[in-house]
T-cell receptor
């Protein structure tokens, strides 16, 4: 799964700052998913995007969080005005098509809010 | 409500001691059941997908099976390098995965 690239690997932000997490999917993959893993909790779905479209954002908090996957460039998960509770590992996964296809995960971005 | 429950939460085995991990699920419209392995500080690594009851898949010392209510991940004669957290997830809808909490497996040499 080394093909899904996430950066940065570690990110420290002060409360109230913005966090931008980037995800470049595997070559040939046009579907991107973001998941959040809180300490001592399982992975939780946040959002599913295709190029230039948000398909399912049912797991994303309504405020402060947004995601995009532009025609060119990586997918971005943006968290505005971060709070301590946003500290978590954020994982991106990609797949070549929708449906019953396994998704490959990146190594994650570990966000710490101080 | 869709639920995925893995047991046990943690399991310690001696090298060579075979065992099974359980994943029970209640989900409407199951489209697939996935097993992943996750090492500390890393992303989940895909192991298997199972689509229908009775299906089995094998990879090295691991074998995954599926019934209508649960899946088992059997590990035969494990080695220390098999130590990891094993995650079970069910696919719902277009692509959303619902994960269990994982089983933390430790294999002692």
């Amino acid at each position: 799964n080394a093909g899904v690239m996430q950066n940065p690997r570690h990110l420290v932000r002060r409360r109230g700052q913005e966090a931008r997490l980037r995800c470049s999917p595997m070559k040939g993959h046009s579907h991107v998913y973001w998941y959040r893993q809180l300490p001592e909790e399982g992975l939780k779905f946040m959002v599913y995007l295709q190029k230039e479209n948000i398909i399912d954002e049912s797991g994303m908090p309504k405020e402060r969080f947004s995601a995009e996957f532009p025609k060119e460039g990586p997918s971005i998960l943006r968290i505005q005005q971060v709070v301590r509770g946003d500290s978590a590992a954020y994982f991106c996964a990609s797949s070549p098509e929708g449906g019953n296809t396994e998704a490959f995960f990146g190594q994650g971005t570990r966000l710490t809010v101080v | 409500e869709d639920q995925v429950t893995q047991s046990p939460e943690a399991l310690r085995l001696q090298e060579g001691e075979s065992s099974s991990l359980n994943c029970s699920y209640t989900v409407s419209g199951l489209r697939g059941l996935f097993w992943y392995r996750q090492d500390p500080g890393k992303g989940p690594e895909f192991l298997f997908t199972l689509y229908s009851a009775g299906e089995e898949k094998e990879k090295e010392r691991l074998k995954a099976t599926l019934t209508k209510k649960e899946s088992f991940l059997h590990i035969t004669a494990p080695k220390p390098e098999d130590s990891a957290t094993y995650l079970c997830a069910v696919q719902k809808g277009a692509q959303k995965l619902v994960f269990g909490q994982g089983t933390r497996l430790t294999i002692n040499p």
